[in-house]
């Protein structure tokens, strides 16, 4: 009996560490895992054209509307339309590629833009994605060793070791664990599967690299195309088999709809490039096909190539639900990628298996509505994307992490919800899908939501509210609090005030009701009289048309004078009516009226001391036009993209200024447009854009006047370098020449000339002391020109301009780079030749520390450096490039004229504000409502779902025993024992009960024959993630 006991206890203890082992080896071939790093770039094709026509037509119709509207031009040219050879080709087309050759005294685009059947006419785009799969350590599954750690320097786009943002809500100590295999499993999708529900008739795309022929882990794959120029249907890289596992596969890696229809669009080649108009005809493709999901795990910073996201609109309204990842260019903020930031999209990003947000995870905002608004709530949701396991391009399994990993993720998901809605008689399209997400979202603490949206993916909480779903129009987000950190962030961090700039809050209506709908009347503003809701003015704008299934409601928040001196909490509510017309031959309208709950905190109105004015007309990014990064380092990184906002790239120093009790105020109209004497300082970081003459004069009038402190961090500009980081795209065949420097200083100087100040076309960089600080100065201008009666700091930096264009690099003495100015015993001008010590994007040591000291002498005068006489070398200034292409992009500039006439100067924003009807009633004390759902007890037995193997940190009983350690102990025990040492535990108890059985009958029985008793059959079943027991047998 004993020896019976030790041989199954070492049988039950090996069969757990190989099923471990087969697991981990599974993963990859080479029995480690794989971080996947996602780059995108995209291009314009020189001479090549997307015409895009008012409908549907034949291919022959589609050449005799181009044939006559060409046919009209008096130039000599020669054009031709491209053929394309794939699926879509039998069918009616809404646009053709043209190719443009030998243009002689005309504008092909202006002649077809003419002609009443033609909608656009943009250029072709290429798009060059780079799959990078870099492999973990191989002992990073053992026990205790630590695969997160960060890197010394600040890393941002390599998915290497540095992955994960905290959100505060993890102890010092905790269970290291090792990665669950099975993605199902942790989102519980076996309980739809027991339902019967696994995705059965759904039709569902993967856009991506393709997917080899009979793979194993595939049984319903009901059509593969190729739209690239490569002959080829199969998959080069294992990106599109991945993906399609993730949603699909029905053994081993299980995907989460095994029988739903699966249709593989290569759209990329195996040298990841593809074209914009390969993804039109896919697009139009799958509308014929009547596709319900589609997932979409590329993206890019380009939210104006206007024939793709067109064509995205059109997909949506025909019912395809959109699925896209929304980057992996975390941490930073204001990285969200394209698709996957438009509306009507659901854009989904990435967490790891402690729930934290994923470090290369894209963050919000939106940047589309820079530099007037401000942007939308965007991820819509967040899930599993790290080391998720998917199917290997040779048929078994591996681990990548990235968003494009959490977007098959939620697509698989959303299958088995359309599946479970088609079933039952739902509206399954993408306003109700969208809405059936968010409201069953689980919210993520200490987490804003620019970083997780509407929460972390419940599946079965999200098909509980399907199942109850009524079409209606709904708001996102649900509500606005700006007093609730850290999910308001950034509105939290900054009360609001009497004569501030109004606090902008964009929300996104979502019309489950149709694909067309409208807000009736006007939205009303109700403020709560019993909490003062009269002190706020409320100003709304709204879309005219929300279309498809969406548009926008910006709600503009500001203070009334009566409460200049007041504090407290002010509340009300914003009702919103939308109505939708009837479809599918029914009569009747639609209508729903949605609550929009609104909270703010008011203080009285703080001294000018304290009031920054933060210039955001002035910035411009990309898209549209090649405007480049700040640091002439960052090679690999050219675009500046992220909309150089205070809660964008700048969020760091927005942190640090809040910090120290500053109010920063963000100014999104021209210099006209505000009060001087209400800000200390007017802060100008890196500007792009040029200058109104009207403005260059109110400006100086409110320094020399009104006692505005001016402070300008500017960066490189000359013309030499910009030729030289120009680059030609051998795929487009074109040159990207930047229409700027890392700053437009020629505009600065013409803005600083009044007072005699200038910047050159010098560009330094270097390590250097200054108060003690360590200092860099990364692609910096110098001051070339400064009043001799202000004080100049200058150091030892090295010519960077020099190196870049192949000359010998030399260090330079006493090059000016910071500069003091007091105008006419009023104002003050200061100067720093470099912003990247501001910026968060390619930051390697900040100067938030300089800022601070720069903000006090505004205020008091006193200069903390010593001052001695300095003589500045005469230095070249900065000319304008000759051809540049600023004016196309330009607030400022006149379009067409070659940038030398300036557009008339916009009016400034006059506030309407909405008539309020108070209401004298108490507001809720929480206005953040968790969806209620309905009861998960169902009509069989739920079991829990298998939790991953965990290893133990090696903890000393002594530490166990102390007070701050007891409740962490009650927590392993309660929640974090794995399924396979429970199983242990109960075998154990089960072995120890026989023996004290035996001994207790040996001892108090006397000796007698015993009969027969049939053989105890143990049998430990283990499945993959995890123990569900053991099963005894007599």
Same mark, same amino acid.
């Given at each position: 009996?004993?020896?019976?006991?030790?041989v $199954?206890m070492?049988?039950f203890i090996?069969?757990?560490? +190989?099923?471990r082992?087969?697991?981990?080896?599974?993963?990859?071939?080479?029995?480690?895992e794989?971080?996947?790093k996602?780059?995108?770039?995209?291009?314009?094709?020189?001479n090549e054209?997307?015409?895009?026509?008012n409908?549907?037509?034949?291919?022959?119709v589609?050449?005799?509307i181009?044939?006559d509207?060409?046919?009209y031009?008096?130039g000599?040219?020669?054009w031709?339309?491209?053929g394309?050879n794939?699926?879509?080709?039998?069918?009616?087309?809404?646009?053709?590629?043209?190719?443009v050759?030998?243009?002689k005294?005309?504008?092909?685009v202006?002649?077809?833009t003419?002609?009443?059947?033609?909608?656009?006419?943009?250029?072709?785009?290429l798009?060059?994605?780079t799959?990078?799969y870099?492999?973990?350590?191989?002992?990073?599954t053992?026990p205790g060793?630590?695969?997160e750690?960060?890197p010394?320097?600040?890393?941002?786009?390599? +998915?290497?070791?540095?992955?994960?943002?905290?959100?505060?809500?993890?102890? $010092?100590?905790?269970l290291?664990?090792?990665?669950?295999?099975?993605?199902?499993?942790?989102?519980?999708?076996?309980?739809?599967?027991n339902?019967?529900?696994?995705?059965?008739?759904?039709?569902?795309?993967?856009?991506?690299?393709?997917l080899?022929?009979?793979?194993?882990h595939?049984?319903r794959v009901?059509?593969r195309?190729?739209?690239t120029s490569?002959?080829?249907?199969n998959?080069?890289?294992g990106?599109?088999?991945?993906?399609?596992?993730v949603?699909?596969? *029905?053994?081993?890696?299980l995907g989460f709809?095994?029988? /739903?229809?699966?249709h593989?669009?290569?759209?990329?080649?195996?040298?990841?490039?593809?074209?914009?108009?390969?993804?039109?005809?896919?697009f139009?493709?799958?509308?014929l096909?009547?596709?319900?999901?589609?997932?979409?795990?590329?993206?890019?910073?380009?939210?104006m190539?206007?024939?793709?996201?067109?064509?995205v609109w059109e997909? *949506?309204a025909?019912g395809?639900?959109?699925?896209?990842?929304?980057?992996? @260019?975390?941490p930073?903020?204001?990285?969200?990628?394209n698709?996957?930031?438009?509306m @009507?999209?659901?854009g989904?990003g990435g967490?790891?298996?402690?729930?934290?947000?994923?470090?290369?995870?894209?963050r919000?905002?939106?940047?589309?509505?820079?530099?007037?608004?401000y942007?939308?709530?965007?991820p819509?949701i967040v899930?599993?994307?790290s080391t998720v396991?998917?199917?290997?391009?040779?048929?078994?399994?591996?681990s990548l992490?990235g968003?494009s990993v959490?977007?098959?993720?939620?697509?698989g998901a959303i299958?088995?919800?359309a599946?479970?809605?088609?079933k039952?008689?739902?509206?399954?399209?993408?306003?109700?899908?969208?809405?059936?997400?968010?409201?069953?979202?689980?919210?993520?603490p200490?987490?804003?939501?620019?970083?997780?949206?509407h929460?972390k +993916?419940?599946?079965?909480?999200a098909?509980?509210?399907?199942?109850?779903?009524?079409?209606?129009?709904?708001l $996102?987000?649900?509500y606005?609090?700006l007093t609730?950190?850290?999910?308001?962030?950034?509105?939290?961090? %900054?009360p609001?005030?009497?004569? /501030?700039?109004?606090?902008?809050?964009?929300?996104?209506?979502?019309?489950?009701?149709?694909?067309?709908g409208?807000?009736?009347k006007?939205?009303?503003?109700?403020?709560?009289?019993?909490?003062?809701?009269?002190?706020?003015?409320?100003?709304?704008?709204?879309?005219d048309?929300?279309?498809?299934?969406?548009?926008?409601?910006?709600?503009?928040?500001?203070?009334?004078?009566?409460?200049?001196d007041w504090?407290?909490i002010?509340?009300?509510?914003? $009702?919103?009516?939308v109505?939708?017309?009837?479809? @599918?031959?029914?009569t009747?309208?639609?209508?729903? *009226?949605?609550t929009?709950?609104l909270?703010?905190?008011?203080?009285?109105t703080?001294?000018?001391?304290?009031r920054i004015?933060?210039?955001?007309?002035?910035?411009?990014?990309?898209?549209?036009?090649y405007?480049?990064?700040?640091n002439?380092?960052?090679?690999?990184?050219?675009l500046d993209?992220?909309?150089?906002?205070?809660?964008?790239?700048f969020?760091?120093?927005?942190?640090?200024?809040?910090?120290?009790?500053?109010?920063?105020e963000?100014?999104g109209h021209?210099f006209?447009?505000?009060?001087?004497?209400?800000?200390?300082?007017?802060?100008l970081?890196d500007p792009e854009?040029?200058f109104f003459?009207?403005?260059?004069?109110?400006?100086r009038?409110?320094?020399?006047?009104?006692g505005?402190?001016?402070?300008?961090?500017?960066?490189?500009?000359n013309? /030499?370098?910009?030729?030289?980081?120009?680059?030609?795209?051998?795929? *487009?065949?074109?040159w990207?020449?930047?229409?700027?420097?890392?700053?437009?200083?020629?505009?600065?100087n013409d803005?600083?000339?009044p007072?005699g100040m200038?910047?050159?076309?010098?560009?330094?960089?270097?390590?250097f002391?200054l108060?003690s600080?360590?200092m860099?100065?990364a692609?910096?201008?110098?001051?070339s020109h400064?009043?001799?009666?202000?004080?100049?700091?200058?150091?030892? +930096?090295?010519?960077q301009?020099a190196?870049?264009l192949?000359?010998e690099?030399?260090?330079?003495?006493d090059?000016?780079?910071?500069?003091f100015?007091?105008?006419?015993?009023r104002?003050?001008?200061?100067l720093?030749?470099?912003?990247?010590?501001?910026?968060? =994007?390619?930051?390697?040591? @900040?100067?938030?520390w300089?800022?601070?000291?720069?903000?006090g002498y505004v205020?008091?005068?006193?200069i903390p450096?010593?001052?001695?006489?300095v003589?500045?070398?005469v230095?070249?200034?900065?000319?304008?490039?000759?051809?540049n292409q600023?004016?196309?992009y330009?607030?400022v500039l006149?379009p067409?004229?070659?940038?030398s006439v300036?557009?008339?100067?916009?009016?400034?924003?006059?506030?309407?504000?909405t008539v309020?009807?108070?209401?004298?009633?108490?507001?809720?004390?929480n206005?953040?409502q968790?969806?209620?759902?309905?009861?998960?007890?169902?009509q069989?037995?739920?079991?829990?779902?298998?939790r991953p193997?965990?290893?133990?940190?090696?903890?000393?009983?002594?530490?166990?025993?102390?007070?701050e350690? %007891?409740?962490?102990?009650k927590?392993?025990?309660a929640?974090?024992v794995?399924?396979?040492?429970k =199983?242990l535990?109960?075998l154990?108890?089960?072995v120890?009960m026989?023996?004290?059985?035996a001994?207790?009958r040996k001892?108090?029985k006397?000796k007698?024959r015993?009969?027969?008793?049939?053989? /105890?059959?143990?049998?430990s079943?283990?499945?993959?993630?995890g123990?569900?027991?053991?099963?005894?047998k007599?």
């Open positions: 009996m004993r020896t019976f006991i030790i $199954s070492v049988f090996f069969k757990i560490k +190989l099923a082992l087969d697991e981990v080896n599974a993963c990859s071939p080479s029995g480690y794989s971080e996947l996602t780059e995108f770039s995209s291009s314009f094709v020189e054209y997307i015409v895009t026509f409908g549907y037509h034949a291919s022959k589609r050449r005799k181009i044939e509207a060409l046919s031009s008096n000599s040219f020669g031709r339309i491209i394309r794939n699926a879509a080709t039998m069918y009616p087309s809404d646009f053709d590629v043209v190719m050759e030998d243009i005294g005309v504008n092909p202006e002649q077809l003419r002609h009443p059947d033609i909608k656009r006419v943009t250029k072709q785009r798009v060059q994605r799959l990078k870099i492999p973990l350590p191989e002992n990073c053992s060793v630590d695969c750690s960060k010394k320097q600040r890393r941002l786009d390599f +998915l290497g070791t540095d992955f994960w943002h905290a959100t505060g809500r993890h102890t $010092s100590r905790k290291l664990k090792s990665v669950p295999r099975q993605i199902t499993s942790i989102l519980q999708a076996e309980l739809l599967w339902l019967g529900i696994k995705g059965e008739g759904v039709r569902v795309a993967v856009f991506d690299t393709g080899p022929r009979d793979h194993p595939f049984k009901k059509e195309t190729n739209w490569e002959k080829s249907l998959d080069g890289l990106h599109g088999t991945f993906v399609a596992g949603i699909a596969s *029905t053994k081993e890696c709809a095994p029988h /739903s229809d699966l593989i669009f290569r759209v990329f080649t195996n040298n990841q490039v593809s074209y914009t108009s390969w993804f039109l005809d896919a139009n493709y799958a509308i096909k009547k596709i319900h999901v589609l997932n979409l795990s590329i993206g890019g910073p380009d939210f190539d206007h024939p793709f996201i067109d064509k997909l *949506t025909n395809v639900i959109l699925v896209s990842a929304i980057g992996n @260019d975390g930073l903020y204001g990285t969200l990628n698709p996957a930031d438009q @009507d999209v659901i989904v967490i790891n298996f402690e729930d934290q947000i994923a470090r290369f995870s894209s919000g905002m939106t940047t589309w509505e820079l530099p007037n608004g942007g939308r709530l965007k819509d899930t599993y994307g396991r998917g199917s290997s391009i040779n048929g078994g399994c591996r992490s968003t959490a977007s098959p993720v939620v697509a299958s088995l919800l599946s479970a809605g088609l039952q008689g739902k509206p399954v399209n993408p306003a109700s899908i969208k809405q059936t997400l968010l409201n069953s979202a689980r919210r993520l200490g987490v804003s939501m620019f970083e997780q949206g929460g +993916l419940d599946l079965y909480r098909y509980q509210y399907l199942m109850s779903y009524k079409p209606h129009a709904s $996102s987000p649900s606005i609090d609730e950190c850290a999910f308001m962030w950034p509105y939290c961090t %900054q609001i005030y009497y004569s /501030s700039v109004p606090t902008i809050v964009n929300v996104t209506v979502l019309n489950g009701m149709g694909v067309s409208k807000i009736v006007e939205p009303i503003w109700h403020p709560y009289l019993l909490h003062y809701g009269h002190l706020l003015n409320i100003e709304i704008s709204y879309s048309l929300l279309w498809p299934w969406s548009g926008f409601l910006a709600i503009s928040i500001s203070v009334s004078e009566e409460a200049a504090e407290g002010a509340q009300g509510h914003i $009702s919103v009516t109505e939708s017309s009837p479809e @599918d031959g029914t009747e309208i639609l209508t729903s *009226t949605i929009l709950p909270r703010a905190k008011i203080i009285p703080p001294p000018r001391s304290k004015l933060w210039d955001q007309y002035h910035n411009l990014r990309y898209p549209p036009g405007f480049p990064r700040d002439l380092r960052m090679k690999n990184d050219p993209w992220n909309g150089d906002h205070i809660h964008t790239n969020k760091d120093m927005y942190q640090f200024l809040r910090l120290k009790d500053y109010f920063v963000v100014l021209p006209t447009c505000f009060n001087a004497e209400n800000y200390a300082a007017l802060l970081v854009e040029e003459p009207e403005e260059m004069t109110k400006l009038k409110d320094v020399e006047d009104f505005l402190s001016l402070i300008v961090f500017a960066d490189w500009y013309t /030499s370098v910009m030729k030289k980081v120009q680059f030609y795209d051998e795929n *487009t065949r074109q990207w020449m930047p229409d700027t420097g890392g700053a437009n200083v020629p505009a600065l803005l600083l000339s007072w200038s910047f050159s076309d010098l560009v330094f960089e270097g390590e002391l108060s600080k360590d860099h100065y692609s910096g201008t110098t001051i400064f009043p001799s009666s202000g004080t100049l700091v200058t150091q030892r +930096l090295k010519d301009g190196e870049v192949g000359d690099s030399k260090y330079s003495e090059v000016a780079i910071l500069g100015h007091q105008v006419k015993q104002g003050k001008v200061v720093y030749g470099d912003s990247n010590c501001l910026d968060s =994007s390619h930051m390697q040591k @900040d100067c938030f300089l800022l601070e000291v720069i903000l205020k008091n005068g006193k450096f010593t001052q001695h006489e003589v500045i070398p230095h070249g200034i900065p000319q304008r490039l000759a051809g600023l004016h196309k330009s607030k006149a067409n004229l070659g940038g300036t557009r008339p100067l916009p009016n400034c924003p006059v506030p309407k504000y309020p009807v108070p209401l004298n009633k108490s507001a809720p004390t206005i953040y968790q969806q209620k759902l309905l009861s998960a007890e169902m069989f037995i739920v079991v829990d779902p298998p193997y965990e290893e133990e940190e090696v903890i000393s009983w002594d530490e166990l025993r102390t007070s350690n %007891q409740q962490y102990v927590n392993i025990f929640r974090e794995p399924q396979v040492a =199983s535990l109960v154990i108890s089960f120890m026989i023996i004290f059985y001994l207790h001892r108090t006397p007698r015993r009969h027969k008793i049939g053989k /105890s059959v143990v049998s079943k283990v499945p993959d993630g123990s569900k027991g053991s099963v005894i007599a």
